[in-house]
């Protein structure tokens, strides 16, 4: 399988290149204006940050938003793994949206549609309660839109149970694909099968209540007509 | 937001559990039983593969595949990290299913549904032609099944322009939570709004048929009648 060229730059304020952010494959696939940063990081719900614990690198999903050029990560204080990273040490973050699978004539021409951002950068903890509170709101409210005014807010003693990292938006690579497989020649005029792109979609269920809501507490707007990120 | 509890382990064969793959916060969400890693493995398409470059954590999306205990990672040769991460380096690949967004009465008790699993171990590269061959071959019946016998096999140039790395499961860590939310008593008394779970689903939607293909080529049942991992 291929990782092949499909997108070009159209990069208003580039984000910053590095050698570790400099994309080594797939280069004219790779993106550098931030509109295309911010479209992965919003269009997606999780993340997977990575740390390097004892020599050793460890990846863990985790829910994040963002605030302009801030990406706030969110965990228990009893994750350890967190609070290593919050101790100023450097993090990595990818976001990763899958949009389809490309069935190319070839094998080696087999590929995936998506968009990926991986940003690079040293996390600190949000420990001011005022500053906390703000992006505890930007987690909750990209994660459950809505939430923050519907359900009940973080008390104190929650608040203080709750790490939240920091992390700005200064190195990072955006890498897209989209369209059709990119197939040799060869294959296109000799290969008789089928080939194309099955895209991967999301989409949300009916909502599913509490089993100890009380009946008829009607399913409100926030989440009855939740678009996807 | 938290993560509580909802499952048990079920285990028969397990997982190893070390320091690092020991589930710090919500452990009674860990599950130790191999059946767990393998279902969270089979259900998602794409790892994020972390490793250690130049003292600093990367992370990387990529494809996978799994046959009985071992993991293969795809990578073009081009990949700088995968190569690196095939030398022997200690890599950390997660795989995260994202199920549904929990919505509590309290901010605080916010979560997801959802089933990951983070492998720690040494990957190291295929490189005997025949077992790398059979390592594209698992990694592609995975992304795309079926492919390997309808589109064109890897070619001796090809192969070698292909990396796989193998990544034993030796030790892996499963989280999973199910099922609606954990709020406390007082708010579950107390608080009028709604509380439950939005499923998030994933689907296939219509083959897009590449534009260079002969009209009137039928859709392949193992594209059109794929179903989801």
């Known amino acids: 399988m291929t990782h092949t060229p499909t997108s070009v730059s159209t990069g208003a304020t580039p984000l910053s290149s590095t050698p570790r952010s400099t994309v080594r494959r797939g280069h004219k696939r790779s993106r550098t204006d931030r509109a295309a940063l911010y479209d992965v990081l919003d269009s997606c719900l999780i993340c997977h940050l990575g740390l390097v614990r004892n020599g050793a690198p460890v990846v863990l999903p985790t829910v ?19 609070i290593a990273a919050a101790d100023g040490a450097p993090v990595s973050v990818a976001v990763t949206r899958l949009d389809g699978i490309v069935y190319a004539r070839s ?20 420990t001011e309660p005022a500053a906390k509170r703000e992006a505890l709101r930007v987690v909750t409210e990209h994660v459950a839109p809505g939430s923050w005014e519907h359900a009940r807010l973080p008390t104190r003693k929650e608040l203080a149970a709750t790490a939240v990292l920091a992390l700005p938006l200064d190195e990072a690579s955006v890498k897209l694909r989209s369209g059709p497989p990119n197939d040799d020649d060869p294959d296109v005029a000799g290969h008789e099968g089928w080939a194309g792109v099955l895209p991967l979609r999301r989409h949300w269920d009916a909502p599913q209540p509490c089993p100890l809501l009380a009946d ?6 926030h989440v009855a007509g939740r678009d996807l990120p």
């Not at 008829?216 to 707007?221: A, E, R, S």
Request: a negative charge.
């Open 216 to 221: 008829g507490t009607p399913v409100p707007p």
């Open 64 to 82: 994040y938003g963002r605030l302009d050029d801030v990406l706030y990560l969110h965990g228990s204080t009893g994750a350890a793994s967190l």
């Open 107 to 126: 094998v080696f021409h087999h590929s995936m549609n998506y968009a990926s951002a991986v940003v690079h950068g040293t996390a600190s903890p949000v």
